[in-house]
């Protein structure tokens, strides 16, 4: 028993917003992420944390409105705006790309260690 149609919808959409702006109050805007140091651990964990606080609205909200597509629409924003960020966050500024967090694989780290290093590698292929 969810909510009828016409307010099943409207109620979804707001649960989206709510998730966006709880992660544009957690974290700081995207250009921002992507400019600063790649997997920079202040940003994970507001990353983290912002989609916990999301995940945890998106259920409340679900549950009292026993509706799916409260649920199908804030949890998919939620995976969206995670994966968003996280990307943001990987991003070299040098480079322009994603990079693997240290300790992941070691042995790629050492082997991209500066940007000539990748740029070589890059024109080589």
């Not at 995670?82 to 070691?106: I, K, L, Y």
């Amino acid at each position: 028993m969810g909510l009828k149609p016409e307010v099943s919808l409207p109620v979804a959409l707001a649960t989206g917003a709510l998730v966006y702006g709880i992660y544009s109050n957690a974290l700081p805007p995207v250009v921002d992420i992507r400019t600063a140091a790649a997997n920079h651990p202040d940003v994970a964990s507001a990353e983290k944390g912002a989609a916990w606080t999301a995940a945890a609205a998106v259920a409340a909200i679900s549950l009292l409105s026993k509706d799916m597509t409260v649920f199908i629409v804030g949890g998919g924003m939620v995976v969206a705006m995670s994966w968003f960020h996280t990307h943001a966050n990987a991003v070299n500024p040098e480079w322009g790309v994603a990079v693997p967090r240290p300790g992941g694989n070691a042995e790629a780290v050492e082997e991209m260690s500066s940007a000539e290093d990748y740029a070589s590698e890059f024109a080589a292929a």
